[in-house]
T-cell receptor, first 114, second 113 residues
Framework: DGGITQSPKYLFRKEGQNVTLSCEQN?????MYWYRQDPGQGLRLIYY???????QKGDIAEGYSVSREKKESFPLTVTSAQKNPTAFYLC?????????????FGDGTRLSIL | GDSVTQMEGPVTLSEEAFLTINCTYT??????LFWYVQYPGEGLQLLLK?????DKGSNKGFEATYRKETTSFHLEKGSVQVSDSAVYFC????????????FGKGTRLSVIA
């Protein structure tokens, strides 16, 4: 079945450590997105990419970095500069054939501080 | 810019009650409109969509009609179940489809037996 796979499901970060969240899709979608969701809150866009080797900052990019070396993969690194990383992180993808295309979401990664 | 406004939650209903979650939008032209559902600890799932005025999206007993005159896309269900307890997000896509969806803040629904 086609879909989006996020791993790991749970991740713990120590002080001063960078951690990388994985996102892989086999939907042949051009665009991919990373969102942060805090408890009881909505979605905030971190980064997005519409094509390989290109990406744009979202609303809360500080303390995060991404790469898009392959169409299928869009990993997110939470750097030590992100002082409050505890949150639920969601990856999404979308076909770019028109405005009626929905975004498809993975099951999320929950990141906590040790 | 484009924006989506949803009714504040949480919404608490008894089983078999009628559900309405209001959603209004501001956008240039005629965007595509979506409702997503998020169950606890999971990602968002597409519930339904409508791509032009007067379209009605429907799925799993939920319905929403694209109302251009009132710029609204309210979600309704005639008889909710405990299993419908979740957070519901309204979203729109701009005309080009080249930018991320714009999401509302979400409305938490709790259905009690």
């Amino acid at each position: 079945d086609g879909g989006i796979t996020q791993s790991p499901k749970y991740l713990f970060r120590k002080e001063g450590q960078n951690v990388t969240l994985s996102c892989e899709q086999n939907l042949n979608h051009d665009a991919m997105y990373w969102y942060r969701q805090d408890p009881g809150q909505g979605l905030r866009l971190i980064y997005y990419s519409q094509i390989v080797n290109d990406f744009q900052k979202g609303d809360i990019a500080e303390g995060y970095s991404v790469s898009r070396e392959k169409k299928e993969s869009f990993p997110l690194t939470v750097t030590s500069a992100q002082k409050n990383p505890t949150a639920f992180y969601l990856c999404a993808s979308r076909g770019m054939t028109g405005p009626n295309q929905p975004q498809h979401f993975g099951d999320g990664t929950r990141l906590s501080i040790l | 810019g484009d924006s989506v406004t949803q009714m504040e939650g949480p919404v608490t209903l008894s089983e078999e009650a009628f559900l309405t979650i209001n959603c209004t939008y501001t956008a240039t032209g005629y965007p595509s409109l979506f409702w997503y559902v998020q169950y606890p600890g999971e990602g968002l799932q597409l519930l339904l969509k409508a791509t032009k005025a007067d379209d009605k999206g429907s799925n799993k007993g939920f319905e929403a009609t694209y109302r251009k005159e009132t710029t609204s896309f309210h979600l309704e269900k005639g008889s909710v179940q405990v299993s419908d307890s979740a957070v519901y997000f309204c979203a729109l896509s701009g005309l080009s489809g080249n930018t991320p969806l714009v999401f509302g803040k979400g409305t938490r629904l709790s259905v009690i037996a």
